[in-house]
Nanobody, 123 residues
């Protein structure tokens, strides 16, 4: 069973930065697209950023474009989310997810999920 463990969350002031990490195990990492999703209280889970197996294709939610960057280190089986210029509306539980990459672009549905990590941005 795929295991995804998020780290790097916490409390930050508006305008600050955080870097989330997701360590993946029990999978062939280079065969998987990876994504970051978030869910704020009372809202549905939404896609934040997705990266394909080799990092050449990335997709971002409009609300984070220019502020967040997704990257991956295939040698370390880890995907990152660098979050800059954070805003209170970025407050949410952030989830790492993995989906087998069949080489047809960015997947829509993800099968494997981490437990989530809290990010809180104070105003």
């Amino acid at each position: 069973q795929v295991q995804l463990i998020e780290s790097g969350g916490g409390l930050v002031q508006t305008g600050g930065s955080l870097r989330l990490s997701c360590a993946a195990s029990r999978l062939t990492f280079t065969s998987f697209a990876m994504g970051w999703f978030r869910q704020a209280p009372g809202k549905e889970r939404e896609s934040v950023a997705i990266i394909n197996w080799n990092g050449e294709i990335q997709d971002y939610a409009d609300s984070v474009k220019g502020r967040f960057t997704i990257s991956r280190d295939n040698a370390k089986n880890t995907v990152y989310l660098q979050m800059n210029n954070l805003k209170p509306e970025d407050t949410a539980v952030y989830y790492c997810a993995a989906e087998f990459d069949i080489g047809l672009g960015i997947p829509v549905d993800f099968t494997d999920w981490g437990q989530g990590i809290q990010v809180t941005v104070s105003s």
